[in-house]
């Protein structure tokens, strides 16, 4: 794998000695034990937005305007069988989270009848490359939609 050069850290020289002696241990470089240490100590949402932000580009040329009313007018179907209190949740657990996230809260927390429909919504945005960031907002505008 072709490696990147980033600006460099410092750190203390206790985590420089413990580092060294773990890669040891492990027969790791100290390259790879200190990416794989930060990468396991990254929260969710801060990897879903890296994820999504190398990503986010290359679906953003993909995702043109025509297929982006497609999907909301498809979507916009499936609000009214589903409780606004649940939309907040799901639209919360899709910011958080990405789409893995709201899935598993709609699984968990939802009706047959509200979790078909969310399934159907999220499947949707996935299939057709909208970005969860971009998801939130047609949900909010669900939302929005259910207090007119």
Known sequence: MVSVKYTR???TQEAYVALEAEAI??????KKLASELVLKG???KALNFVQE???SIEA?????SESLEKVIETIRGSAINIDKSVLENLRKALMDEGYQGAMLYAAQHTASLQ???IFRMLTICQLNKVPSALAVDLIGDLIKKLDT
């Open 25 to 30: 241990l492990q027969g790791k470089t100290l």
């Open 9 to 11: 850290i410092e750190i």
């Open 42 to 44: 990254i929260s969710k």
């Open 115 to 117: 979790r078909d429909e």
């Open 60 to 64: 953003n040329r993909k995702l043109t």
């Open 53 to 55: 932000s190398t990503s």
